[in-house]
């Protein structure tokens, strides 16, 4: 027995040994097949409305507000996002001072007066100090969130200023899309913040006409009756509502500043293929974009009114109703040339019913999938910023260590810019006691008069071959003020490049290389 029993053991052990050999050789595979490329969209939204991300809670000190945020930024920079998407107006109230809607309620204790300090100015400086990109998130058309109450809304709230522009649907109150007034008044609204401030993009969350309440109709059949002509039907004229007004407010951010990207973010799924045989996705949703929001955002695509969408796919990979996989493929069919980058429910994570969320590998491999599709779909979005902060399910590992090991550059948009800016000149390296130090000059602008936004520091060894396009060697991404480097790990023999990033992410082409033993005076 003892003989035979060791026998056993032996082939068992080397059954494991051959099925784990097979599995390190399919990760491997995978993994091979999955880079970290050197340019993707990576993207954290920060929620303010009820202090879900930040601030943490009511009643907080500038002093305090501004160490949460920096302590959140320098996390993500940690974890390799580049991009963060804060919401500045999250129901009529603002995280800014506006011209014509009071102080939200989570910023500050004072409507009126706000904080001692403009939180959308500081956000932004602190972002553009990190090399990230800063999204301003606003809700369209929310007016009021069911944890407040109409009473306790500032004198200068829309709900009493233009109580005809309001419809209560459930416990919130909403800004009626159908009447043209509110919809020049809120593209009036974001135009202020790209007017004001050196925002990379307005984002638009998927709040158009409100998710449908069983046996609740949205009370705008008199707003129908006075705005729709006589051939429309109701279903049509709200969808044509939301049409013109990302219609309008693309055309208005042109032309304020041609470079500020419109981006939205739409319920995951389009329509399903029952409704739509021909352009739906293999799905059964109970809602959908088209249908529940009035939001048709293939449309949206096709004219060109929208530079990116980040749907919300929140459901996992083996969820029946709406399989991740699915949508993500439907998505990058219908790109029509614009930037899809897909969101993902890190906030799930360990915490659904759906039992597939369990395992800490889902949202994982949910991006690995979307980078098979990397020609049509750029990068991924995560909500919300809790999850990655508390590293739920290891997430927060799982990116640093290995999805986001190397940074990435974001995606650039011909369509908006495609001129790059000219290389930086006389790179110098010397040797300190702390390491090596660069310094370089800002180049002359380039054909489109542009001078550089952000530069990019790459590292080689001795005898590695220079090569950029390997995310691998980006040492630093820096503000486009900056132009001198300390790498406190520096070796004498290792060598430097140093290019130039516009607004747009335009890269310069690489003009020179540095020895760190290359001594210079300072």
């Known amino acids: 027995m003892p003989l035979i029993h060791k026998q056993i053991n032996k082939q068992a052990l080397r059954i494991f040994c051959w099925q784990l050999a097979l599995l390190y050789s399919l990760f491997s595979k995978v993994y091979a097949q999955n880079p970290s490329p050197k340019r993707e969209f990576r993207g954290v939204w920060v929620s303010t409305v009820a202090n879900l991300d930040w601030p943490s809670q009511k009643g907080l000190s500038a002093r305090q507000q501004q160490n949460e945020f920096i302590e959140i930024l320098d996390h993500l920079k940690k974890c390799g996002i580049n991009t963060v998407i804060v919401q500045v107006r999250p129901a009529a109230n603002t995280l800014y001072p506006s011209n014509s809607e009071p102080w939200s309620e989570w910023i500050t204790n004072d409507p009126e007066r706000g904080p001692n300090y403009d939180p959308v100015e500081f956000?932004?400086?602190?972002?553009?100090?990190?090399?990230?990109?800063?999204?301003?998130?606003?809700?369209?058309?929310?007016?009021?969130?069911?944890?407040?109450?109409?009473?306790?809304?500032?004198?200068?709230?829309?709900?009493?200023?233009?109580?005809?522009?309001?419809?209560?649907?459930?416990?919130?109150?909403?800004?009626?899309?159908?009447?043209?007034?509110?919809?020049?008044?809120?593209?009036?609204?974001?135009?202020?913040?790209?007017?004001?401030?050196?925002?990379?993009?307005?984002?638009?969350?998927?709040?158009?006409?409100?998710?449908?309440?069983?046996?609740?109709?949205?009370?705008?059949?008199?707003?129908?009756?006075?705005?729709?002509?006589?051939?429309?039907?109701?279903?049509?004229?709200?969808?044509?509502?939301?049409?013109?007004?990302?219609?309008?407010?693309?055309?208005?951010?042109?032309?304020?500043?041609?470079?500020?990207?419109?981006?939205?973010?739409?319920?995951?799924?389009?329509?399903?293929?029952?409704?739509?045989?021909?352009?739906?996705?293999?799905?059964?949703?109970?809602?959908?974009?088209?249908?529940?929001?009035?939001?048709?955002?293939?449309?949206?695509?096709?004219?060109?009114?929208?530079?990116?969408?980040?749907?919300?796919?929140?459901?996992?990979?083996?969820?029946?109703?709406?399989?991740?996989?699915?949508?993500?493929?439907?998505?990058?069919?219908?790109?029509?040339?614009?930037?899809?980058?897909?969101?993902?429910?890190?906030?799930?994570?360990?915490?659904?019913?759906?039992?597939?969320?369990?395992?800490?590998?889902?949202?994982?491999?949910?991006?690995?999938?979307?980078?098979?599709?990397?020609?049509?779909?750029?990068?991924?979005?995560?909500?919300?910023?809790?999850?990655?902060?508390?590293?739920?399910?290891?997430?927060?590992?799982?990116?640093?260590?290995?999805?986001?090991?190397?940074?990435?550059?974001?995606?650039?948009?011909?369509?908006?810019?495609?001129?790059?800016?000219?290389?930086?000149k006389k790179l110098k390296t010397r040797k300190k006691q702390n390491g090596i130090k660069l310094k370089w000059h800002k180049p002359a602008p380039a054909e489109d008069g542009e001078r550089p936004y952000r530069y990019i520091i790459y590292k080689f060894k001795e005898k590695e071959v220079i090569n950029i396009n390997h995310p691998r060697h980006i040492l630093a991404v820096l503000p486009g003020c900056q132009r001198w480097f300390l790498d406190q790990q520096g070796q004498d023999t290792d060598r430097y490049v140093v290019t130039a990033l516009d607004r747009m992410n335009n890269e310069s082409r690489l003009f020179e290389v540095s020895l760190a033993n290359h001594h210079s005076s300072d």
């Open 123 to 424: 956000m932004i400086y602190e972002c553009r100090r990190r090399g990230m990109e800063f999204h301003a998130w606003f809700n369209p058309f929310r007016a009021m969130y069911y944890t407040q109450s109409r009473e306790e809304l500032p004198e200068n709230h829309l709900a009493h200023l233009k109580p005809e522009w309001i419809v209560t649907y459930g416990s919130t109150l909403y800004l009626n899309p159908g009447i043209p007034e509110v919809r020049q008044y809120v593209i009036e609204q974001i135009t202020e913040v790209v007017r004001k401030y050196n925002v990379d993009a307005v984002h638009l969350d998927d709040y158009f006409y409100p998710y449908p309440i069983p046996g609740r109709p949205f009370e705008d059949k008199h707003t129908f009756s006075e705005f729709a002509s006589n051939t429309e039907n109701l279903h049509n004229w709200r969808r044509a509502n939301i049409d013109q007004f990302v219609q309008a407010l693309h055309e208005a951010i042109q032309q304020e500043k041609k470079h500020v990207k419109l981006g939205i973010s739409p319920f995951g799924v389009w329509r399903n293929k029952e409704e739509d045989p021909q352009f739906g996705s293999a799905t059964e949703a109970n809602v959908t974009a088209f249908d529940a929001n009035y939001a048709d955002v293939r449309k949206w695509l096709q004219k060109h009114w929208v530079d990116y969408v980040i749907p919300q796919i929140y459901w996992s990979q083996q969820f029946p109703e709406a399989p991740f996989g699915v949508l993500a493929r439907w998505w990058a069919q219908n790109h029509f040339n614009r930037h899809v980058y897909t969101g993902h429910a890190a906030y799930k994570i360990q915490n659904n019913a759906d039992s597939t969320w369990n395992n800490p590998e889902e949202l994982p491999a949910q991006i690995r999938l979307t980078r098979t599709l990397h020609q049509s779909i750029q990068g991924n979005a995560l909500f919300s910023c809790k999850s990655v902060l508390h590293n739920t399910g290891h997430l927060s590992d799982s990116l640093q260590e290995h999805l986001f090991q190397y940074p990435a550059l974001i995606p650039t948009m011909p369509w908006k810019d495609n001129t790059p800016p000219l290389a930086p």
